[in-house]
């Protein structure tokens, strides 16, 4: 039986269950040139939130009445393509649910045997590109720089933290409460870590970067953008990676009041899609594997067991209840 | 007699005439390696707002008791400089006062022969400079791009414009009023001009963009600049010159809540400041000498006499009441 989750209405501020309709069907059949994947794991990501909603944006919104899209990883079950042979595995835009039927386009086989099935969506994946591509060729760190990352104990925090690390850079992350911190410092080999909830917060940040920014990598958005621009240096650049502050709010969306700090430090603010480096992931991937190989970048997963803990455990990359990347594993 | 305005007070909000006191001096006497310059035209500039404030910037403010700054253009009085004449025309930050003593240095020579004097402290001075960089180097256009201008009747907006339609793009303007926007089409070739006091000017920014911009170029900041990143085309460049809307409030400056354009459009926004291109000076001044020459590139003043309208002449940038340069003739 394939179980999926389908978007029923589309969320206003945090997502409700309601917004999903759980539906049941036959493992689907295959035709001639499709093969039947059965997933191992459902990435969770706080870009999907932007994905429930209407309108125009880098990609297509989720249509109402459609399983609800997401990164998986799983096994070929059954092929008729001939190229995608049964006990292959493979990756693509699966989406909530145990099974997939496919022509293929799109998707692409990984090795099983090299990594964990869970880092083909974290570090091997979206996730470990988007940082990947988001440090180097967006905030363009070179050694030296001072690095300040927000939700840097996040998927896509805590590898953009590592791989400045390994370029030479300081490294500030910034995550909520002692424990991400002290993960940060003592597992990942930060410079420092700083507990937003913390009174102190404002103060620790100035404490941490007296010489002020040349990179910040931001996952947040809110005030703690709008703080990170008082603290930039002459020519700085600031990546927009995602603003999950500000992904349920009813409201409008906080603007960073510092803004005009672009101007003072002939500064920069740039946003990013992952997708727009399609063309050198594999290039990015070895790179990564190498330095994963070598113990330089370390990988940490939540893993959720059951597709019907879908809901609860998306909500948690917006409690922060969750350490690096989110998955649901679903076999 | 030398005429000076020292500043006496900082502003809070729009500067109040109580802010400046207006000292007199005999003519200032010259020493060994000096000249006494006697200013003919004294520039107005939306950032001379800011140069009020205190606190660090991207030069130093104004200090209490100090004759407050500006751009300047004179003649040469009296020498002692073995390389400045009497008679020479001379230009630099003389600063609103009627006479400066220097030793030259940070001042430089104008052929007042080849331009008319004004001109060096608009189109051939900082504001032009501006413009060129700002457009040409950080806005990146290149022919075909749409490009979209605020505060286009003013100092700068209007040569970027021009610029932009020099390289072949197509040209917006945004300014404040009729006449202005007549102005930007008929005299100035603008592609099209809005009128942002009129209640249909966010539906006529749709009408005038339907496929988007590549470029911003922002000396206004606040609603405008908001409503400008939801027109952004994928990656579009924001260049941000200056923010008069938001220099004289009392209150936090208001932030573009519409931000995230910069990610879902993969789109940079940048700060400039002329002085980063002061090695380039030359070769841009003798571009826009050239097109000046070949009457592709039309200059506009605003001039008026008398360095005791200097504080009611300033506002004017505020209220918008003049059109291109702001200058005030004090010989």
Tied chains: 1, 2.
């Excluded at 909530?96 to 386009?105: D, H, L, S």
């Excluded at 470990?128 to 030296?144: D, P, R």
Aim: with cysteine; hydrophobic share 40%; net charge neutral.
């Amino acid at each position: 039986m394939n179980i999926k989750y389908v978007l029923k209405k589309r969320p206003f501020g945090i997502p409700e269950a309601d917004i999903w309709e759980r539906q049941t069907e036959p493992i689907p059949q295959i035709s001639e040139g499709e093969v039947l994947i059965k997933h191992h794991y459902i990435s969770l990501d706080p870009a999907m939130r932007g994905w429930m909603n209407e309108g125009k944006s880098y990609i297509e919104p989720v249509n109402l009445g459609d399983v609800m899209r997401a990164g998986t990883v799983g096994i070929v079950e059954a092929s008729k393509h001939p190229n995608i042979k049964v006990g292959e595995f493979i990756t693509g835009w699966g989406g909530v649910q145990n099974y997939t039927v496919t022509n293929g386009k799109g998707w692409h086989k990984i090795d099983a045997k090299l990594a964990p099935l869970p880092m083909y969506l974290g570090v091997l994946g979206m996730t470990g590109m988007t940082a990947y591509f988001g440090i180097l060729e967006v905030g363009k760190i070179s050694t030296g720089d001072i690095v300040l990352v927000s939700g840097a104990a996040g998927a896509v925090g805590s590898v953009v933290g590592q791989i400045a690390k390994l370029k030479g850079c300081t490294v500030i992350g910034i995550a909520g409460g002692q424990e991400k911190c002290r993960y940060l410092t003592e597992t990942l080999g930060f410079d420092a870590a700083l507990d937003y909830k913390s009174d102190s917060f404002v103060n620790d940040l100035k404490q941490a970067c007296p010489k002020g920014i040349d990179v910040f990598f931001d996952n947040v958005g809110g005030e703690i953008l709008d703080l990170a621009l008082t603290k930039l240096r002459r020519h700085a650049r600031v990546v927009i990676c995602g603003a999950i502050s500000q992904y349920n709010t009813k409201t409008r969306i906080k603007g960073p009041g510092n803004y005009l700090s672009l101007l003072v430090n002939r500064a920069t603010m740039q946003g990013m899609v992952v997708f727009d480096f399609a063309d050198k992931y594999l290039e990015a991937a070895q790179h990564m594997a190498g330095w994963i190989q070598s113990g330089q970048l370390k990988s940490e997963e939540t893993i959720i067991e059951g597709i019907d803990n879908f809901h609860n455990s998306f909500l948690k990359l917006f409690s922060g209840d969750k350490q690096g990347k989110l998955l649901l594993k679903v076999v």
